[in-house]
RNA sequence: GUGAGUGUAGCUCAGUUGGUUAGAGCAUCGGGUUGUGAUCCCGAGGGUCGGGGGUUCGAGUCCCCUCACUCACCCCA
């Protein structure tokens, strides 16, 4: 019998496992400096609290089971609904605005290609009782710090951002039904997957005659940078339902992200609960899919039970996130924790002491890793010492019993002979 | 759920028209030389060639099935 870890998940070995940390730990402080708060909840929930969000569809695509009170339960597929629940229940007594962020685990039950997985993490920021534009433009603002903080510039990843309300504006003033904004919203979402004749089809469905249709493809494509809304006006024609992404504009100006940011109209998000500000992060190739994905939802607390509570919030997924970080070569070489100090004996005389050295060492807070070999040769020793990317040697000989240990800097190569007392201070001083 | 591609050591790969006991480099582990990270030398472990069936005197190699992985689709909360 051989086992492996099941379909699309993955084993942490200490590599891995060193950067899943590094990059929680990105995510953590930036999330910090930016005023969020840490929140978790349940790894499992109530089956019926995705389905409230999401419908039956949701069943097939994430992990459910009973337990043996016949509860139907399931694997967080996403934050929000727990987020959600959380809000509802104790929304009275929170203080205002509310703004939460959370690193879970998520499991869904699709089949694993590049940038998807089956078990992934996933940062999520939200801010929840604010209204104003200012709330949208800090949450792109924290993804954008993140993505710098992690090396990322404006030539590798751009932020698009739409607005359903003035798309959606945009396209009754085309002649678009009510009834038909499902579909237009659809058709905007999957343009780039179309072929010229299957959009036509579709818009003509839509009721949109040839000019028209052919002015619908146009907006898909039109791209505009920050401070550039006034083309837009002009081009589209829109004069309505902009004041939002006016504000928005200003705030992403003055956050000092503009360079980061474009409006594209063909960014939709498949979720329905979206109501305003809608935006994701790709990176500028276009070869991979969305690094990050969010916006306003001003109904979903109402819709757990809460009171109407504005919010907006984005999700970023560890998976593309790497994946871009090693195409575009920005993945660090190792993230391990580096050793500050590497113990080991040179003679029999120096073996006596290593022991207690090391304990010594440890208890003064350092870093302390030291050689199981019984080998003396120095050079072998000092090797194994490199490898193990600590910062200095700590070599003991006949002369350690006296308190005198050889410490080599393993950067730079000097090497002095000093006592315990000196040698913490040098290493502390680094 | 649909389709395509790929499966030989931990990793990258070699393996002749089917022919003896399946190889290399790197990595790992042990040892040796040089009292200081290199280089060098010796040695070891690690494979039911993804699995099963078939053809054949003989299959890593040919055929069928299956599984896994990768990529694309569906979907993407």
Redesign the pocket.
Known sequence: M?F?A???TRDFFPREMAWRNHLIDAWRRVSIRNGFEQVDGPIFESLDL?KV??GEG?VN??FHFEDRGERELAIR??F?PTLARMVAERAGALPKPIKWFCTPNLC??????????REFWQWNVDILGLETPVADAECIFTAVDLLSELGLRPEHVRVKISHRRTVRHILAKMGVPEEGMTGAFDLLD?RD?LTTEEFTTGATKLGLDADRVARFDQICRLKYGVGKLDQMRDQIGVDEEMADLAALDAELRAFGIAPWCEYDLGIV???AYYTGTVFEVHETSGAL?ALA?GGRYDQLIEIFGGPSTPAVGF?MGDVVLSNVLMDKGLMPEDVSPRPDVYVFA??EGGAAGLSATVADLRRAGLHTRFS????R????L??E???SRARF?V?L??HSAHGRV?L??????E?HVVSVEELLKLVAAK
């Open positions: 051989k492996q099941p379909k699309g995705y969000k999401s949701i695509e994430l597929p996403e929000t869904r039950a699709e089949r694993p290609q590049r940038g998807r997985l999957r997957k998000r498949g979720l899919r994905g999700g040179a003679t199981y070999k019984a080998s040769s120095v050079g072998k000092i090797k010492a490199s490898a040697a070599i000989d006949d050889s080599k800097n393993l950067d730079s190569g090497q």
